[in-house]
């Protein structure tokens, strides 16, 4: 009977052992599994998962909108006057929601489209309707003077006063967003009179992507590989800053390491960028990794000194010293347009100051990606900007004449938003989030059942020999003082 103990609990922790190995072995074995499926639905082809969701957007993109208006139009130009700015909105837009077009594969696994812009009314979603007024910077006024020579100028004055044009204008949120016909630019007999903050929108697009798909090299997948044709920029004029690195933000390489940069090119603002790890975080029941643009994004060059070649103005950034802004008149055509973070986060004091309205907080105001990192989607994004116009003192345009310091003024901050939706992240959990923890409460419970079951296996045999020792024992003690009582 003993031995039959013995035999059992043997095998009982041979098999404990093995189930314990075998939970082991799994670890990467489930892992590997897990790596190979993502791989082969990543990849941006037809007939895949991955190239369903990149066609057109799975859940619904909003473009928020708030609006500065000018309160006191007049001061300003006519005493030179502290500009008071109260922002309005959001005005929210549904954007991004046409499929891409011209769609072609490539023979060396990249693939070329466009990304038609388009931008619907949400009511619902705003404060207010497109027919409400603002008071805003008049565009071609502040802006021509920069583009125009100075033989020109007078010109430009004549068509400003012929038209009663001044320097601030009062016109509906739509006319200021997407565009108007301006009386002085139709004045001074331009081939396209229109202007607006983000004129033209709608039926454009900001140039073909050619993109990595990932097929071959899954590190590469949504990589830009050429933009409107070219490998790099040609606005910055340096081979740094006219780099074109990353995705365009939607989607990244699968297998994400937070400890390394997010690389992404915005043409919002014609250049790369790069965000780093802020937090974990969980959406919707699904693990996220935080990355955040962080401030020395568009800090100086005295802090940060890469960003040495995107200062193009010396003289209006204080010897390049001011921080906080971007001046991306070298893709607008020479209109003085600076980018920064809404209401000059992260920025020079000076920025702040010379506005009043001006309150940044990093919640409100900060450009963030919420990423799945086994896949690499973008589960929930804020990219957060906004617009300025450099207004410069002229002595030849008579509305400019009273302004007394060069100013960065602002027109309008947006945030362009996605969240993925509850079905969405169902799916994502069905399909990923729950797989994995499948395998990880299968690896655990054979681990933990196998080390369980060895465990006492081994102790049972320990007791049972340590049984039978005393047992052997006790029958030696006896046999003995029956010998010594038979002697005598």
Known sequence: MSCNKNHLLTAGAFIGGLLAILGGILIPVGNSIIEDNVKKEAVIENGTVAYENWVLAGVPVYRQFWLFNVNNPLEITQNGSKPILRQKGPYTYRVRYLPKINITANLNN????????????????????????????????????????????????????????????????????????????????????????????????????????????????????????????????????????????????????????????????????????????????????????????????????????????????????????????????????????????????????????????????????????????????????QVNIAVRPSSQIEVLSNIKEPILFPLVWLNETATVDDATAEELKGALISTMDLLETIQMTLIGCGCVIFLACIISLCVLKKNKTKKYDQSKEMTDKGISANHF
Not at 354 to 383: C, Q, R, Y
Request: glycine share 8%; net charge negative; aromatic share 12%.
């Open 110 to 385: 990249t693939i070329s489209f466009l990304q038609p812009y388009c931008a619907y009314f949400e009511p619902g979603l705003s404060v207010g309707t497109e027919e409400d007024n603002i008071t805003f910077l008049n565009l071609a006024v502040a802006g021509a003077p920069s583009i125009l020579p100075p033989l020109l100028l007078p010109l430009l004055n004549n068509a400003i006063k012929q038209t009663n044009s001044s320097l601030f204008q009062t016109r509906t949120v739509k006319e200021m967003l997407w565009g108007y016909e301006d009386p002085v630019l139709k004045q001074l007999r331009l081939p396209d009179p229109h202007t607006g903050v983000f004129y033209p929108y709608n039926g454009t697009a900001d140039g073909y992507y050619n993109i990595f798909t990932g097929r071959g090299n899954i590190e590469k997948l949504g990589i830009i590989d050429r933009w409107q044709g070219k490998g790099k920029l040609t606005t910055w004029q340096d081979p740094y800053c006219d780099m074109i690195n990353g995705t365009d933000g939607s989607v990244f390489p699968p297998f994400i390491d937070k400890r390394k940069l997010l690389d992404f090119f915005s043409s919002d603002i014609c250049r790369s960028v790069s965000a780093e790890y802020e937090s974990s975080r969980v959406l919707k029941g699904i693990p996220v990794y935080r990355f955040m643009l962080p401030s020395k994004t568009f800090a100086s060059p005295v802090d940060n000194p890469e960003n040495k070649c995107y200062c193009k103005d010396p003289r209006f950034t204080r010897n390049c010293t001011m921080a906080g802004i971007l001046d991306i008149s070298g893709c607008k055509e020479g209109m003085p347009v600076y980018i920064s973070l809404p209401h000059f986060l992260y920025g020079s004091e000076a920025l702040k100051e010379a506005i009043d309205g001006m309150e940044p907080n990093e919640e409100e105001h900060s450009t963030f990606l919420d990423v799945e990192p086994v896949t690499g989607i973008s589960l929930n994004v804020a990219k957060r900007l």
